[in-house]
C-alpha cells in the first residue's frame, strides 16, 4: 500500500515596527500556533499558493516574498485509516500591513516578537522556521532588534 501525497505551501510572515523590531504574525488554529499556509492546488506553483495562502487566512494585501529563503518540512499523518506523506514549502514574507483579518478556520492571530513567537509556537518545526527566519534576515539586514515589543504592536490574544 503506498503512502498519500499532500503538499501545501506557506509563509513565515513578518513586519518591521517604526522601533525597528522585527514582529512575526502566527495564528491559531484548534489551540495550535502556526503559519499560514494550505494545498497547492491543481495548476498552482507554490509561489501562488503562497500569496493566496496568506491572503486568505490574513487578510494581509502588502505582502513581499523575500529571496533567498525557502524550507521544506515533511512529515507523515494519518487520515481516514491512510498514512499520508506531506511536504510543506515555506518561503518567508514581509508585510507592510499589520491589519490581520483571519479566515473562519482560525480562532485567534498575533504578532510576536521573535522570541515570544518562539515559545508561542506549537510545533518544533515551527519553532525551528522561526530560528531559521530570524538568522537568515539578522545575517541580511546586519542584524533589527528582536526580543522586545513595540508600544506600536497590537495586543495579541491569549
Same mark, same amino acid.
Request: proline residues 3%; charged residues 25%.
Given at each position: 500500500m503506498r503512502d498519500m501525497e499532500e503538499r501545501s505551501a506557506g509563509a513565515v510572515v513578518y513586519r518591521t515596527t517604526k522601533h525597528g523590531t522585527r514582529m512575526f504574525v502566527l495564528l491559531r488554529n484548534a489551540g495550535r500556533?502556526? @503559519?499560514p499556509k494550505g494545498n497547492v492546488e491543481k495548476g498552482e506553483t507554490e509561489l $501562488?499558493? &503562497?500569496i493566496r495562502e496568506v491572503g486568505e487566512e490574513t487578510g494581509l494585501k502588502d505582502v513581499a516574498i523575500v529571496p533567498g529563503f525557502r =524550507? &521544506?518540512?515533511e512529515y507523515f499523518?494519518? =487520515? !481516514?485509516?491512510e498514512n499520508v506523506h506531506k511536504q510543506v &514549502?515555506?518561503?518567508l514574507a514581509e508585510s507592510n500591513d499589520d491589519e490581520v483579518k483571519?479566515? @473562519? !478556520?482560525? $480562532?485567534? @492571530?498575533?504578532w510576536f516578537p521573535f522570541p515570544a513567537a518562539v515559545g508561542r509556537a506549537t510545533y518544533e518545526n515551527s519553532k525551528s522556521l522561526l530560528n531559521d527566519a530570524e538568522r537568515f534576515l539578522s545575517k541580511?539586514?546586519?542584524?533589527l532588534r528582536t526580543g522586545q515589543a513595540?508600544?506600536?504592536?497590537?495586543?495579541?490574544p491569549p
Open positions: 500556533w502556526d @503559519f $501562488q499558493t &503562497v =524550507r &521544506v518540512i499523518y494519518r =487520515r !481516514e485509516g &514549502v515555506y518561503l483571519i479566515s @473562519f !478556520e482560525h $480562532q485567534g @492571530f498575533g541580511r539586514d546586519g542584524g513595540d508600544a506600536d504592536a497590537p495586543a495579541s
